[in-house]
């Protein structure tokens, strides 16, 4: 059974600090790993895709990394700014069938302070 | 183009009663899946469906049903609400193919928070 963990479940920093936030997954047969952006009340932002056979995504001051063997990912923030605050969940998804369910972490709370 | 969109946005309901969310998916999208997002919680996945058939379903009893219309738009019926279905409840519409595993890329609404007091 896929099990997907976040750490650190909290996180503040101030302004301007580069940041990692970790994602680790226990079944490493996985399709793709995505990384979302979860506002207080609101719902998801997809933020970056990795598929199964790549290593790393990027957009922006973003950069994903998907280490499939090891069951880890990444999500490197640069120069974080205030409105980074927000909620980020890392979610697995399996191939064909029921597996193509998402199966999500608990997020990393970033807190970012000007 | 338009996104995924959800109504209602806020609903309080009591114990005992039912429940129907709407989600309407984004253009071109033929596959939508429910989640269900309790407070502090990552979210659950509910069901998915494709082509007006369930395609995949969690571990939720059979009181949560859903509908996937022609236009692709899906409901989500909850009967016998129970204290603990408050949650966020997340709709997601993808391009998919029952045969191939496409980039599965979900576009998420903006979700119905149901209260059941």
């Known amino acids: 059974k896929q099990e997907v963990t976040q750490i650190p479940a909290a996180l503040s920093v101030p302004e301007g600090e580069n940041l990692v936030l970790n994602c680790s997954f226990t079944?490493?047969?996985?399709?793709?790993l995505q990384w979302f952006r979860q506002d207080p009340g609101k719902g998801l932002t997809s933020l970056l895709l990795i598929q199964s056979s790549q290593r790393e995504q990027t957009s922006g001051r973003l950069n994903a990394s998907l280490d499939k063997s090891s069951g880890r990912s990444t999500l490197y923030i640069a120069a974080s700014q205030p409105g980074d605050s927000a909620t980020y969940l890392c979610a697995v998804q399996g191939d064909a069938g029921n597996n193509r369910k998402l199966i999500w972490g608990l997020g990393t709370s970033l807190g970012v302070n000007p | 183009e338009t996104g995924v969109t959800q109504s209602p946005t806020h609903l309080i309901k009591t114990r005992g009663q039912q429940v129907t969310l709407r989600c309407s998916s984004q253009?071109?999208?033929?596959?939508v899946s429910w989640y269900q997002q309790a407070l502090g919680q990552g979210p659950q996945f509910i069901f998915q469906y494709y082509r007006e058939e369930e395609n995949g379903r969690g571990n939720f009893p059979p009181r949560f049903s859903g509908l996937q219309f022609p236009n692709y738009s899906s409901e989500l019926n909850v009967n016998a609400l129970e204290l603990d279905d408050s949650a966020l409840y997340l709709c997601a519409s993808s391009l998919d193919s029952s045969s191939i595993s496409g980039a599965n890329v979900l576009t998420f609404g903006a979700g119905s928070r149901l209260t059941v007091l």
């Open positions: 253009s071109g999208h033929n596959t």
């Open positions: 079944d490493s047969a996985i399709y793709n």
